[in-house]
């Protein structure tokens, strides 16, 4: 098990962060130490990565909640529920969406840099 710090910084999240998850639910620490501290596992970790990835994305705390609740569902007793399987699709499909919707702004800001770059470089 880890610590909070360490997670902290293999994630490249804040501390502060990783306590309002916590707060709110999102991501609990599977442990605590004597003193207290909040401890985390390798599944925690792959957790939240999890959700860091979802954040460029712009799902809001609901919708990550919503998902790590379909997927713990899908793995709950081996067992696959209908309802978890087709939220799980509906994000696969937005996320698609929405991926999408960023690589055209990506190449608009690459456009952008270019007519930028035209006008400094001789």
């Known amino acids: 098990m880890i610590q909070i710090g360490e997670l902290a910084e293999r994630t490249e999240l804040s501390l502060r962060t990783l306590r309002h998850y916590d707060e709110i639910g999102l991501l609990e620490p599977s442990g605590r130490s004597e003193g207290g501290f909040r401890l985390y ?3 925690d970790y792959e ?9 460029p994305l712009g799902y809001s705390l609901e919708q990550m ?7 713990d569902a899908t ?3 081996n067992t696959v529920g ?3 399987v087709q939220l799980l699709a509906e994000f696969l499909t937005d ?7 960023l690589e055209k702004q990506l190449s608009a800001a690459d456009e952008f840099i270019g007519l930028l770059g ?5």
């Open 41 to 43: 596992t390798e599944d």
């Open 47 to 55: 957790r939240l990565m999890l959700i860091r990835r979802m954040k």
């Open 65 to 71: 909640r919503d998902l790590l609740r379909a997927l």
């Open 75 to 77: 793995r709950a007793e």
């Open 82 to 84: 209908v309802e978890a």
């Open 95 to 101: 996320a698609e969406q929405r991926r999408a919707r």
């Open 118 to 122: 035209e006008h400094i470089r001789p």
